[in-house]
């Protein structure tokens, strides 16, 4: 029986209400987000990887999952050594957009516990302005796990121009070799929607990455992440024809 130290649903960030297609989706999501070629020398992005893959082993597997669910829930239903506080507790991660760290939103966060005999719990969570990736918040439970916690933690939903590296985005800027050799100044859509100034120094590498401070996510202790640009190139080919032919 697989153990339940690590919850494999909060691993993915779904609930066990999740189809096979939603653990699929989430698993390629995210190990494309944490994989360490795209996060060199990241300790926890090898971690993190380790932790997904485990979670998708175990519930992509038919009967591997019934027996995890059913280790869960008898993990779940058990008092705890401190008088039952413990098992109170719950844990969901969840993924916001980039906008929502910057401006704020408000989610609904639904807890289905077997444990409950009153159902699901529903709950709602306030996400102010300015929140940082990776920030935790915790919901009082009601009902009869009162005094107990839902603790939430929210993560960066991967875009389809950024990936966010912490508090940093990361994104691609393709130049024409002319300009890549001559430099100058390029606009690019930042986080907002507004147009962010990229200074291209001459002769930029492939590759390269170009910072431009401030411009990425909220940070824990205030101000925000920097976007980092990186360099690619517009092969250009020309075709003429030989004379006589």
């Known amino acids: 029986m697989q153990s339940t130290e690590a919850n494999h649903y909060t691993v993915l960030g779904l609930d066990r209400r999740c189809t096979d297609a939603q653990i699929k989706t989430a698993y390629r999501v995210l190990a494309r987000q944490h994989h360490p070629d795209l996060n060199p020398g ?20 038919p009967e591997r999952r019934t027996a995890f669910d059913a280790e869960l829930a008898a993990k779940q239903s058990a008092p705890s050594k401190r008088g039952g506080r413990g098992a109170r507790d719950v844990a ?36 102010p302005p300015g929140t940082a990736p990776g920030a935790r918040f915790r ?12 603790r939430v933690r929210v993560r960066a ?68 992440g920097d976007l980092l640009v990186r360099i690619k190139y517009r092969v250009e080919v ?8």
Do not use: H
């Not at 990361?170 to 890549?180: E, I, M, N, W, Y």
């Not at 990229?198 to 205030?222: D, K, Q, Y």
């Open 42 to 61: 990241s300790s926890e992005s090898v971690a993190r990887t380790q932790a997904l893959n485990a979670a998708y082993e175990v519930l992509s597997d």
């Open 92 to 127: 969901q991660e969840v993924n916001l957009r980039f906008e929502d760290f910057l401006r704020g939103t408000t989610l609904e966060v639904r807890v289905k516990d077997p444990a409950n005999p009153e159902g699901p719990e529903t709950y709602e969570l306030v996400v």
């Open 139 to 150: 919901l009082p439970r009601t009902g009869v796990f009162a005094g107990g916690w839902v």
């Open 157 to 224: 939903l991967p875009g389809f121009r950024f990936k966010a590296r912490g508090s940093d985005l990361r994104c691609d800027l393709t130049l024409k070799p002319q300009r890549a050799e001559q430099g100058g100044t390029e606009m690019v859509p930042g986080v907002t929607g507004a147009m962010v100034r990229v200074e291209i120094p001459r002769g930029v590498g492939r590759g390269e990455i170009l910072r431009v401070a401030g411009e990425g996510l909220p940070r824990p202790r205030g101000g925000r």
């Open 238 to 245: 020309k075709v003429t024809r030989r004379a006589g032919r």
